[in-house]
């Protein structure tokens, strides 16, 4: 999961655009995004511990899945340049190792005095959601976008 980049400056929004991203969860995902964080619960690493919870298996840590909303903003939509300000965050039900995520991030609405967007997220896992909210973040406009080809993949 290395999504495109797609490099958008504030003009470009509009009310109604939409991206989305997939990512099946691995147990390694699990496991480095524990020693990242160092959220060691069990219920994330234990599969004997996590049997006896009401999930019955092992589960993903909420905010990984909330990480994925933070790649669709910072590669795809806004994409490269997008500064977060604030995220609401809903958990629904769990998101269990070997689950495919769907993130949905739908542009709700624009401020232009600020170069700033809502955003509405939805994580879903067969359909059913399992994590939504809304990010507000700040868009550089098209001008202050000028990225150094460089520094982009494969450049």
């Given at each position: 999961?290395?999504?495109?980049?797609?490099?958008?400056?504030?003009?470009?929004?509009?009310?109604?655009?939409?991206?989305?991203?997939?990512?099946?969860?691995?147990?390694?995902?699990?496991?480095?995004?524990?020693?990242?964080?160092?959220?060691?619960?069990?219920?994330?690493?234990?599969?004997?511990?996590?049997?006896r919870t009401p999930f019955g298996t092992r589960i993903a840590?909420?905010?990984?899945?909330?990480?994925?909303?933070?790649?669709?903003?910072?590669?795809?939509?806004?994409?490269?340049?997008?500064?977060?300000?604030?995220?609401?965050?809903?958990?629904?039900?769990?998101?269990?190792?070997?689950?495919?995520?769907?993130?949905?991030?739908?542009?709700?609405?624009?401020?232009?005095?600020?170069?700033?967007?809502?955003?509405?997220?939805?994580?879903?896992?067969?359909?059913?959601?399992?994590l939504d909210g809304e990010a507000l973040v700040k868009v550089?406009?098209?001008?202050?976008?000028?990225?150094?080809?460089?520094?982009?993949?494969?450049?």
């Open positions: 999961m290395t999504p495109e980049l797609r490099i958008l400056g504030f003009e470009d929004l509009a009310v109604g655009m939409s991206d989305r991203l997939e990512k099946t969860v691995s147990s390694s995902d699990v496991v480095g995004f524990a020693e990242i964080t160092g959220d060691r619960n069990p219920i994330h690493l234990s599969e004997h511990f996590a049997a840590h909420g905010l990984y899945t909330a990480g994925l909303i933070s790649a669709v903003l910072g590669t795809r939509l806004p994409g490269p340049g997008a500064i977060y300000m604030s995220q609401t965050l809903n958990f629904r039900a769990p998101v269990r190792i070997g689950d495919t995520v769907v993130v949905e991030v739908c542009v709700a609405e624009l401020f232009p005095e600020r170069r700033r967007a809502r955003l509405a997220c939805t994580c879903s896992v067969d359909g059913e959601v399992v550089p406009a098209r001008a202050d976008l000028a990225i150094d080809p460089r520094l982009m993949p494969g450049g």
